[in-house]
């Protein structure tokens, strides 16, 4: 998967690398819904989900359920089912809509 931002633009970190990640091919209907959209990268899929967000200004290092370590200097624990995984602060606000 590679991250878009609300307006549909690739993600890049801050070294420009597009931020992209792995989903098993079983999860992936359990976890998005294809869209009518494409772009560069393929079909465009929207999250099902909802997950909770704990904002850390202090920043985070924790190891991710699929064994990454995750760093950030500020960033928000993502709470999406059983699993604990952060994200940094720039990538969340990018992509999740708060909903309250």
């Known amino acids: 998967m590679t991250t878009l931002s609300p307006t ?4 890049r970190d801050g070294c420009g690398q597009v931020n992209s990640y792995a989903i098993k ?3 992936l209907d359990e976890l998005y819904v294809a869209t009518a959209e494409e772009n560069q ?3 465009v899929y929207c999250a099902k989900g909802v997950v ?3 904002y850390l200004s ?3 290092e924790i190891v991710a359920p699929w064994g990454e370590i995750q760093r950030a200097d500020t960033g928000y624990l993502l709470l999406n089912g059983n699993e604990v ?3 940094n602060r720039d990538t ?3 992509t999740y809509a708060v909903l309250a």
């Open 8 to 11: 549909a633009e690739v993600l």
């Open 25 to 27: 091919a079983q999860r």
């Open 41 to 43: 990268f393929g079909r």
């Open 52 to 54: 909770e967000a704990l």
């Open 58 to 60: 202090g920043g985070f």
């Open 85 to 87: 995984y952060g994200n």
């Open 92 to 94: 969340f606000e990018a």
